[in-house]
């Protein structure tokens, strides 16, 4: 091999070892299977090592499917001063007619793709960045379990004939009328017992995890970002948290159609000759991000108007961002009565909504600097 030739390098990732195939950047070179070895650091690092005396003086380029075991691969790799990239399996390019998938086979496909320049690899967050995610997800899955308990509580009372004429749901006085009720079996009284039990259990757990990660990301990098998102109308912290956290660092999209791709919220097509045929949304990307702007697109079925809490939180942020928020408020709840009123089904606008608010979202993220010691709130010397 040359001195400066590259070495494309697919790696099988599994939870106890990694299958290894890899090819030379020569025409005509076949991907050879190197062979399985042990998903530790110490065996990663000995197979770059190897990789390195047989073939002095060649980068390496490693590559992997992104899967249930993380990024560590691809931070430990770049520690040491590699390549690497993670691919999502959903754009690996795949031949209809090819029925058998091994290990090996797919350690060699990577490597081979990987040379031809046919992987699109994916965003890899940085660990605090992953982290505040984390806690984010585990807010969301906390809130999904006690809706569920409630649910549950709620199909059991209603088996049994029981309504309630308290009207604020699940409140103090709520709970209270539900430890005096009174089932026609012992058996029955228990799981009552069991459900109200488990209901308080999971608000106090969605109450600690919501404080935590209120505090955690006043202290995150991009908290800048957060606070400046919250000028806009249905953006509130814990969306705006969820919102970037998942989406990350927005400034690589260079466009915000690339944006709205991304999340999954354009317009599948499919055309032909001189027809053009286009569906529903593609749902492809981030769901939980999409989830969340769905979720905040509902607050613009009322007219354009700012609210003592939407003031509060605009306080403090720069003339320009609060504009680009007062705009996006004011194009977006016409654009929502306009459609309404052509007779289109509410999913429908909400939707369209929800795609035109990720623009103004990156927009308002292209006015924020972040400074790496002290990361403050400025304006931005690029134009939005």
Same mark, same amino acid.
């Given at each position: 091999?040359?001195?400066?030739?590259?070495?494309?390098?697919?790696?099988?990732?599994?939870?106890?070892?990694?299958?290894?195939?890899?090819?030379?950047?020569?025409?005509?070179?076949?991907?050879?299977?190197?062979?399985?070895?042990?998903?530790?650091?110490?065996?990663?690092?000995?197979?770059?090592?190897?990789?390195?005396?047989?073939?002095?003086?060649?980068?390496?380029?490693?590559?992997?499917?992104?899967?249930?075991?993380?990024?560590?691969?691809?931070?430990?790799?770049?520690?040491?001063?590699?390549?690497?990239?993670?691919?999502?399996?959903?754009?690996?390019?795949?031949?209809?007619?090819?029925?058998?998938?091994?290990?090996?086979?797919?350690?060699?496909?990577?490597?081979?793709?990987?040379?031809?320049?046919?992987?699109?690899?994916?965003?890899?967050?940085?660990?605090?960045?992953?982290?505040?995610?984390?806690?984010?997800?585990?807010?969301?899955?906390?809130?999904?379990?006690?809706?569920?308990?409630?649910?549950?509580?709620?199909?059991?009372?209603?088996?049994?004939?029981?309504?309630?004429?308290?009207?604020?749901?699940?409140?103090?006085?709520?709970?209270?009328?539900?430890?005096?009720?009174?089932?026609?079996?012992?058996?029955?009284?228990?799981?009552?017992?069991?459900?109200?039990?488990?209901? *308080? !259990?999971?608000? =106090? #757990?969605? %109450?600690? @995890?919501?404080? /935590?990660?209120?505090?955690?990301?006043?202290?995150?990098?991009?908290?800048?970002?957060?606070?400046?998102?919250?000028?806009?109308?249905?953006?509130?912290?814990?969306?705006?948290?969820?919102?970037?956290?998942?989406?990350?660092?927005?400034?690589?999209?260079?466009?915000?159609?690339?944006?709205?791709?991304?999340?999954?919220?354009?317009?599948?097509?499919?055309?032909?000759?001189?027809?053009?045929?286009?569906?529903?949304?593609?749902?492809?990307?981030?769901?939980?991000?999409?989830?969340?702007?769905?979720?905040?697109?509902?607050?613009?079925?009322?007219?354009?108007?700012?609210? *003592? !809490?939407?003031? =509060? #939180?605009? %306080?403090? @942020?720069?003339? /320009?961002?609060?504009?680009?928020?007062?705009?996006?408020?004011?194009?977006?709840?016409?654009?929502?009565?306009?459609?309404?009123?052509?007779?289109?089904?509410?999913?429908?606008?909400?939707?369209?909504?929800?795609?035109?608010?990720?623009?103004?979202?990156?927009?308002?993220?292209?006015?924020?600097?972040?400074?790496?010691?002290?990361?403050?709130?400025?304006?931005?010397?690029?134009?939005?």
């Amino acid at each position: 091999m040359n001195k400066h030739n590259i070495l494309f390098i697919g790696l099988d990732t599994h939870k106890e070892f990694v299958e290894v195939a890899y090819i030379e950047d020569q025409r005509g070179a076949k991907p050879i299977h190197l062979g399985r070895q042990p998903c530790s650091k110490i065996a990663i690092k000995k197979l770059a090592r190897q990789f390195e005396s047989k073939y002095p003086g060649a980068t390496l380029h490693f590559v992997y499917e992104a899967g249930p075991c993380g990024y560590w691969i691809y931070r430990f790799l770049t520690s040491l001063g590699h390549c690497c990239y993670v691919v999502a399996p959903s754009l690996i390019p795949k031949k209809p007619g090819d029925r058998v998938k091994t290990d090996k086979r797919d350690a060699m496909m990577l490597a081979k793709l990987l040379k031809s320049e046919d992987l699109t690899p994916i965003y890899v967050p940085e660990p605090e960045d992953e982290a505040i995610r984390d806690i984010s997800r585990a807010r969301e899955v906390a809130m999904k379990d006690l809706k569920d308990a409630k649910y549950q509580l709620k199909a059991m009372l209603l088996r049994n004939n029981i309504t309630c004429k308290i009207k604020d749901n699940w409140s103090t006085a709520h709970l209270r009328w539900l430890t005096e009720l009174v089932l026609p079996h012992p058996a029955q009284q228990i799981v009552l017992q069991e459900a109200i039990q488990t209901i *308080t !259990e999971r608000i =106090k #757990r969605l %109450e600690r @995890l919501v404080n /935590e990660l209120e505090n955690h990301v006043k202290r995150w990098r991009y908290y800048p970002v957060v606070k400046a998102v919250q000028a806009m109308r249905g953006v509130r912290l814990l969306v705006a948290a969820g919102i970037v956290a998942e989406l990350g660092d927005l400034n690589r999209f260079d466009h915000p159609r690339k944006l709205m791709s991304y999340v999954g919220l354009v317009s599948s097509e499919h055309s032909s000759g001189g027809k053009r045929h286009q569906g529903a949304i593609t749902k492809c990307g981030n769901g939980r991000a999409r989830r969340l702007l769905i979720e905040g697109a509902h607050s613009y079925r009322y007219s354009a108007n700012i609210s *003592t !809490e939407l003031q =509060k #939180r605009q %306080e403090g @942020l720069p003339k /320009e961002i609060i504009e680009i928020a007062w705009q996006a408020q004011l194009r977006l709840c016409r654009r929502y009565q306009r459609l309404i009123h052509k007779g289109k089904h509410y999913n429908v606008v909400v939707t369209a909504i929800a795609r035109e608010m990720i623009a103004y979202i990156w927009a308002i993220s292209r006015e924020v600097v972040l400074t790496p010691v002290n990361p403050k709130l400025r304006l931005s010397r690029v134009p939005a």
